[in-house]
């Protein structure tokens, strides 16, 4: 009589998938908080000034705009160049200029309750309800304590929102990073709302499990995986142009080779994994750029700026959150390098910056393009990169000095490039 039959692969794919998630929910990384700037409570002018636009661009501009498209990047922009330096009257012009692009609050559908939020979860249209529900729950519930408010709705729960903020090309992300890094309850309710209104399928690779399994190749180092990426020929023809219309196409149809990539990222050394994680989002901005062009990827700068919210939120958030943001920010990383038709990374740029970061502050703020708010969010990531690790070789700092001296435009659009 023959002995009965094991159902292995079930076995073996139960036994990673609870190693691989209780190692990662036991993971952390250990960093240093970035400096916190409480400008709500600052009494010097500067600071006063940059908390009034903040409020001026809550109450005024919505935060999704242009047919419900494009972001509301005031608060990026307004508080990074104030922490780079910029002065009173550098804040109000960069508040003039943005706010000639925005446009007023619209009245959602209708009112959202605690009952039902959860059920308006993506429609962009409740933007305005979103932002009113949240100022409610801080007013009427959590005491004007806009982390408590944070931590219930970012943290807690069966599907907490931290596991969808990279929807809306890490818009919710990024703006999350500086309701923290500002201190700003107006910031942090924006952010929440933000998160809410674009909520889509992404947050399900984090809420799941199921979708972290193995892959069919494991290493520690993310640019690996994006040459792997690269060089992946199922991947070609997938796409005629350019831009981030093809991430719902990609996931939708091609999911399996996304994973499969996403997966092979092997976290076994947190700290020096995400260090790793931070110069991959650098090289996607300033090595991918063709000689001589000036232009540079316009959805590649997003993976620098988000994984500069990551760098702002871990030491902040819960502990357990940790591995899952940056693997987050991973699946939104993969998606947008083959959205992007996968441009070839150069790894042979290596040049000794003749300037200091001084230089890099300047051209951020005083520069042709200091009302851009995606060049000086850029400048400002690198920075904090270089500070947050030992840059000793000055990679950080090479990199910021070209893209500041280099930068002539944004590209990547696909056919809208032709026009711009």
């Not at 550098?90 to 209708?110: F, H, N, R, T």
């Not at 316009?298 to 993976?303: K, S, T």
Request: overall charge negative; cysteine-free; proline content about 5%.
């Amino acid at each position: 009589m023959s002995a009965p039959m094991i159902a292995w692969v079930p076995l073996v794919n139960r036994i990673h998938k609870y190693l691989t998630t209780s190692t990662y929910s036991a993971q952390s990384i250990d960093i240093p908080s970035a400096e916190i700037h409480d400008v709500e409570t600052a009494p010097e002018k500067r600071p006063r000034t940059l908390k009034h636009l903040i409020r001026a661009n809550h109450v005024n501009h919505s935060i999704i705009y242009h047919n419900l498209q494009y972001h509301n990047h005031m608060p990026h922009l307004l508080g990074s160049a104030y922490l780079l330096g910029a002065d009173v009257d550098q804040l109000q012009k960069i508040y003039d200029e943005e706010a000639k692009e925005l446009e007023e609050w619209k009245d959602s559908p209708a009112e959202i309750s605690d009952a039902d939020w959860r059920d308006f979860l993506g429609d962009k249209r409740y933007q305005r309800a979103f932002v009113d529900f949240f100022e409610d729950e801080l007013a009427l519930k959590f005491g004007y304590d806009w982390k408590r408010v944070a931590e219930e709705y970012l943290f807690s729960g069966k599907e907490p929102l931290i596991n969808g903020v990279v929807a809306g090309l890490g818009h919710p992300l990024i703006h999350l990073g500086y309701a923290y890094e500002l201190s700003s309850k107006e910031l942090a309710m924006e952010a929440l709302a933000m998160a809410s209104s674009s909520y889509n399928y992404m947050h399900k690779y984090l809420d799941s499990p199921s979708y972290t399994k193995p892959s069919s190749y494991s290493t520690s180092s993310p640019l690996e995986i994006l040459h792997k990426i690269a060089d992946d020929t199922r991947f070609d023809g997938l796409f005629n142009e350019r831009g981030d219309g093809n991430i719902e196409i990609l996931f939708k149809n091609h999911e399996d080779l996304v994973l499969e990539h996403w997966n092979a990222w092997k976290i076994d050394e947190p700290n020096k994994q995400f260090q790793d994680s931070q110069e991959a989002a650098v090289a996607l901005l300033v090595r991918t750029v063709q000689p001589g062009t000036h232009g540079y990827d316009f959805f590649m700068v997003h993976l620098l700026t988000s994984s500069h919210a990551v760098r702002t939120l871990i030491p902040l958030i819960p502990k357990r959150f940790h591995i899952s943001l940056v693997r987050q920010w991973w699946l939104l990383t993969i998606a947008v390098y083959i959205a992007q038709l996968r441009p070839k990374i150069d790894d042979d740029i290596e040049e000794k910056p003749m300037k200091q970061w001084n230089y890099v502050d300047d051209k951020a703020v005083n520069g042709p393009w200091a009302t851009d708010a995606h060049f000086v969010k850029a400048l400002r990531a690198m920075k904090v990169a270089a500070f947050t690790w030992w840059d000793g070789h000055e990679r950080y700092l090479s990199a910021a000095v070209k893209f500041a001296d280099d930068f002539e435009g944004w590209t990547g659009f696909g056919p809208m490039d032709d026009s711009n």
